[in-house]
């Protein structure tokens, strides 16, 4: 159920997906949806029997990214935003830190010198990053929007970020949350990530785990930060960069 206008409009959206998708195996199922105009309430299947994340394992792992294949595989429906257009603004975040870098710097996750060195490079790639495709995107990868169900397959929750893109960019949003929670590093799980899409994820953590805290989600920098000290070194490796 929303709680105000920001989750009643991500709710309207998972419903959305969910209606198009309906009967998708990578989706927890669909029950019902109620909507007053102030509080809508989006009912679905009682996931709580499920496995939820971490520890990792291959056998996991080897799970989440067939889910991964099977969500590209599925037509996406019409009217989904483009992840090339950018509404998340992936493509600015270096550009930010370049402007103020001091919040970033705050972090601790590297040098000044070695910020100034690296960001020609880290905001180019970002800047020509492959986000465009035609494949459809949950666009929100990471741990606590995965479960693994009684006979191993993965499904993802929390549809509201739903967009068409490059299949490429929720394989590369999940690693960094993956190896912050004891699995492999990102460059071990997929090595063929195109590195520019590896430097709009450093950058998204980066910039954001910087900003104050959010009041009515308080952990959210801290989770933020702790992909970011995987991302990060993840991109320099990608680009040829020294590590920070």
């Known amino acids: 159920m929303a709680t105000d206008e920001l989750t009643a409009s991500w709710i309207r959206d998972e419903h959305t997906t969910y209606s198009a998708l309906r009967g998708a195996a990578f989706m927890p199922r669909f029950i019902g949806f109620h909507d007053d105009g102030e509080r809508p ?10 496995a939820w ?27 989904l935003p483009r992840a090339a257009d950018d509404h998340l603004g992936l493509r600015r975040c270096w550009s930010q830190i370049e402007r103020e870098p001091e919040p970033f710097l705050r972090l601790g996750l590297c040098s000044e010198d070695w910020l100034s060195d690296a960001l020609p ?23 606590d929007n995965i479960c693994f169900r009684l006979d191993g397959r993965a499904a993802l929750v929390d549809w509201n970020w739903t967009s068409v893109g490059n299949r490429w960019l929720d394989i590369a ?17 997929a ?9 709009v994820v450093a950058s998204y953590f980066c910039y954001h785990a910087g900003q104050p805290a959010i009041t009515v989600w308080p952990h959210v920098r801290s989770v933020q930060l702790r992909q970011a000290r995987t991302a990060l070194p993840w991109a320099a490796r990608t680009l040829g960069l020294p590590p920070p």
């Open 41 to 50: 309430v989006l009912a679905l299947e009682d996931l709580s029997s499920a």
């Open 53 to 79: 994340p971490p520890p990792w394992s291959t056998d996991r792992i080897d799970s989440v990214l067939r889910c991964l294949d099977d969500v590209a595989a599925t037509p996406p429906p019409a009217g």
């Open 121 to 143: 490079a880290l905001g180019g790639s970002a800047e020509t990053a492959p986000l465009d495709g035609g494949e459809l995107l949950h666009f929100d990868v990471r741990s």
């Open 173 to 189: 949003a999940w690693l960094p949350s993956l190896h912050a929670e004891g699995g492999p590093p990102p460059q071990d799980v």
């Open 191 to 199: 090595s063929d990530v195109p590195p520019g899409l590896a430097s």
